[in-house]
């Protein structure tokens, strides 16, 4: 595997549902994001871990929790989401502290709450 | 807060012609970076170009080339000799320089279909 890898690739779920969606980067970055894209919509950032730890929240509710366990993972958990919620969730890795920090994007994961 | 503002929502072009999508930006901030990201149909996004705000000189790429007009606020993406491949979500953002902020703020995105 190379670059930033996300599974699954679609996810169906109901409201009253829980499931978690996997990020990997295979880049040796030390910075990891959660990325939300609608429709219409710009990307909207979540979350930003450095060094595994969370240094932004975008005001994000709180049925949305990520877990950044080390460099290399990111997991963003889901519980009791809403139909509105139903987007793709882009992960990311960048480098960190660097002038350019080039974020590199994985496919991303298609999300659809019924 | 800043902004990054793509009038343009879908675009086109013929095959080996050019094409220049258009973005604004505002900031009240004088040293940040601005990118141009290239998202192919159900494929990642790449990032294809960047300019640092302290440099005069437009930035190129082989085939693309930007346009970057500080006062003004203006960061257009040329594609020149556009190919099929071309094809995809255009997504210009900024990223401000100060505090080591890692935060990207994009734009709505411009779809650029190419006509063979």
């Known amino acids: 595997e190379t670059g930033v890898t996300q599974t699954p690739r679609h996810l169906v779920m109901g409201m009253t549902n829980k499931k978690s969606l996997k990020c990997e980067q295979h880049l040796g970055h030390n910075a990891m994001y959660w990325y939300k894209q609608s429709a219409k919509k710009p990307l909207e950032l979540m979350f930003v871990?450095?060094?595994?730890?969370?240094?932004e929240n975008n005001s994000v509710p709180s049925r949305f929790s990520p877990e950044c366990p080390n460099s290399s993972h990111l997991f963003l958990h889901l519980h009791t989401l809403q139909p509105e919620d139903s987007a793709l969730y882009l992960c990311a890795s960048s480098q960190g502290g660097g002038v350019y920090n080039e974020q590199f994007f994985g496919p991303g994961t298609r999300l659809t709450v019924l | 807060a800043q902004t990054v503002t793509q009038s343009q929502p879908e675009m086109s072009v013929q095959e080996a012609e050019t094409v220049t999508l258009s973005c604004t930006y505002d900031t009240s901030e004088s040293d940040y970076y601005l990118f141009w990201y290239k998202q192919p149909p159900s494929r990642q996004m790449i990032l294809v170009i960047r300019?640092?705000?302290?440099?005069?000189q437009n930035a190129t790429e082989n085939r693309f080339s930007v346009n970057f007009q500080k006062a003004a606020k203006s960061f257009s993406l040329k594609i020149s000799d556009s190919q099929l491949g071309d094809a995809a979500m255009y997504f210009c953002a900024y990223r401000s320089a100060q505090g080591g902020s890692e935060k990207l703020v994009f734009g709505k995105g411009t779809k650029l279909t190419v006509n063979p």
């Open positions: 871990y450095n060094f595994k730890e969370q240094t």
């Open positions: 300019q640092e705000a302290y440099k005069q």
